[in-house]
């Protein structure tokens, strides 16, 4: 989990500096041209209140006694930059749009390139992890945007309020004074609070994670049968909702303490704007302020004070999106989640094709630290071309082996060997190219029928040929056919394809049709070195059992192949039996050795033998 789980709720200067330089890359990577028409525009837009306040002033003062050519420049002036003030907002709206999703469409891309390279389980069984990544979805999909525009903004405002400071400064250097200071309270508490924001964000994640989690499963069609026979709905909306509450009071009590400091914030702006306009009025009736500088007076507080509290939201804003985008750099700079191989050994790039077999050496496994081992010393040799048998209790750890062996996880202790060759020490893609699998909780996949078997292998998506063949092989060939739209169907109640029309909303199929589907899905692949079946048949009837078994035992013939499955009549015929016991092989050898040994295999067996024998 290296990067992932360290603290990411304090903005440093060091980080505050790494995030604004990695965000302003992403930008101009995104968007270059957009980027430097919002900074243009951002500018133009700062100048229009400062002109137009000058212009004004310069108007009013001028009434009187000049060539009224001259008043009329000045008018026309005024009402350019009037023009110029309506369309530039609306330009800079546009263009601002355009930019956010070309940088979040970037960042997106980013961000889930760096999750698919992720090989390993680990960090997506990690809550924290899942907290930061979804986090780091949000910074994808906006903080990006706005903190450019942010930065922008506050570059903007500063500009303005320079602008106006410097015609106040020309006036009053006192009221310049205080216009400036009232800011700053301001500046900290937003900073404060913004922070203050972020703190809740992180602290409820984990609520609305789980509030998301329940109703997912009050809407789901999965979970829909099992919730309305067992009467559970009610139970799961009331913990929907005891999660949402949670997330309601510690948001409210933010919200409470936001009110009451932009309160006195906004009294405090109120004041300082109130006893200037005072003040001027009471000059100019000394004489000392013509019209026209009242007139820039008065725009002047206005103008500065909202200014600075644009660039103070801004910046309080900037502050919020620095937070997430934290959460955006720590998953796209998380770096490999398994060890890679050492550095002499990175030329590996091609693992060779299976020519002695996979061994496991002496494997020793736990989940976590604090969790129970679930391998203890596993020695497991699968020959080349040999067809190996894996049984055992429930939790006996045989799918946590296949996990190993796919590389999901690597060994706590121990290694596993491909043709002597440790598997850390080769690239996982070219591990995964060489097997094939059908697992336990295969994904039924809302897609059409084609595109569910070529996700074994995504290069057949333009090859209907192999997808038919597979199915062939996986017999769901023949059901497939007859579907609605054959291959092309969807194969969703859900969601429905949007060329389709409404009325077309696809189909599902039963559970032993999915799983075919699943085995198709495996045979898709151009001949695996190694098939790692993990209960393929266990939602088939008897009939369809022996069916697939028939086809797996015609798939897996002369290839080396790893059968878990809980029916020891269909592993019978297996080259070699294993059974995992207590995290340790127990037993070892064919079918009849294994019986005439009279271990728990055979004590298995004759359990499941009795029970047909009775039922028949
Ligand atoms: N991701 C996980 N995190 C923590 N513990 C896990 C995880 N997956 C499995 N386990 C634990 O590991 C043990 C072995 O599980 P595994 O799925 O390998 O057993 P199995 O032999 O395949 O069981 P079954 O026959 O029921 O499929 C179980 O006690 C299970 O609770």
Not at 601 to 616: H, I, R, V
Request: net charge positive.
């Amino acid at each position: 989990m290296s990067g992932v789980s360290e603290a990411q709720d304090r903005l440093t200067a060091g980080v505050v500096a790494d995030t604004a330089r990695s965000t302003a890359v992403l930008a101009w990577r995104a968007a270059p041209w957009n980027l430097v028409a919002l900074a243009a525009l951002t500018t133009g837009l700062a100048a229009v209140p400062v002109v137009t306040a000058w212009l004004t002033r310069l108007v009013l003062d001028r009434l009187t006694g000049v060539e009224g050519a001259e008043l009329f420049a000045l008018a026309a002036g005024l009402a350019a930059t009037g023009l110029v003030a309506a369309v530039l907002p609306l330009l800079r709206q546009f263009l601002g749009a355009r930019f956010d999703r070309a940088v979040s469409l970037r960042a997106v891309d980013r961000l889930y390139s760096a999750v698919n390279s992720f090989h390993g389980l680990a960090r997506f069984e990690n809550p924290v992890f899942q907290d930061r990544l979804r986090m780091a979805r949000g910074a994808a999909g906006q903080s990006v945007g706005r903190l450019v525009d942010g930065g922008l903004r506050v570059a903007g405002g500063a500009l303005t309020a320079v602008g106006f400071l410097t015609a106040l400064y020309a006036m009053d250097a006192t009221m310049t004074l205080l216009v400036t200071a009232s800011a700053v309270p301001a500046l900290v508490a937003e900073l404060k609070l913004s922070r203050r924001r972020a703190h809740t964000e992180w602290r409820v994640s984990a609520a609305q994670r789980r509030e998301f989690f329940y109703q997912m499963l009050l809407s789901s069609l999965d979970a829909a049968k099992e919730i309305r026979l067992f009467g559970a709905s009610g139970f799961l909306k009331e913990r929907m909702l005891g999660e949402r509450r949670i997330v309601d009071a510690e948001t409210h009590r933010t919200d409470r303490r936001e009110f009451l400091t932009q309160s006195l914030l906004a009294l405090i702006s109120a004041f300082v704007a109130g006893t200037g306009l005072v003040w001027a009025a009471l000059a100019a009736r000394r004489g000392q302020l013509t019209v026209g500088e009242v007139s820039m007076f008065v725009a002047a507080v206005g103008g500065v004070q909202s200014a600075l509290s644009g660039v103070i939201r801004s910046l309080a804003d900037g502050h919020q999106h620095m937070l997430m985008m934290g959460h955006y750099l720590a998953v796209v700079r998380a770096g490999p989640d398994l060890e890679g191989p050492p550095q002499p050994l990175r030329t590996r790039a091609h693992l060779p094709a299976l020519r002695k077999g996979v061994e496991f050496r002496d494997v020793w496994f736990r989940y976590a630290e604090d969790h129970p081992w679930i391998l203890r010393g596993v020695n497991l040799f699968l020959p080349y071309g040999e067809a190996v048998a894996l049984v055992g209790q429930n939790g006996a750890g045989k799918s946590t082996l296949v996990k190993l062996l796919c590389r999901f996880y690597d060994p706590t202790r121990g290694a596993v060997l491909w043709d002597g060759v440790d598997i850390r020490q080769v690239p996982v893609p070219q591990l995964r190219r060489r097997l094939g699998a059908v697992f336990q909780d295969y994904v039924p996949y809302d897609l059409t029928a084609a595109e569910n078997i070529a996700i074994g292998d995504v290069e057949t998506l333009t090859a209907p040929d192999r997808i038919r063949e597979a199915a062939r092989r996986a017999g769901v060939h023949d059901m497939l056919s007859r579907l609605p739209r054959g291959y092309d169907t969807m194969l969703s109640r859900t969601y429905a394809r949007q060329a389709q029309h409404d009325d077309e909303t696809g189909t599902t199929l039963s559970g032993g049709q999915w799983q075919r589907l699943a085995l198709a899905r495996a045979f898709v692949r151009d001949e695996p070195d190694l098939l790692v079946l993990d209960e393929p048949s266990s939602g088939l009837d008897a009939e369809a059992e022996h069916d697939v078994h028939l086809r797996l035992r015609h798939h897996r013939a002369h290839r080396t192949s790893l059968l878990i499955s809980h029916r020891l009549g269909a592993v019978r015929d297996a080259d070699r039996i294993v059974v995992l016991a207590d995290g340790r092989i127990a037993e070892e050898g064919t079918h009849d050795a294994l019986l005439l040994a009279g271990g728990t295999y055979a004590k298995l067996f004759t359990l499941q033998a009795s029970g047909y024998q009775e039922e028949a």
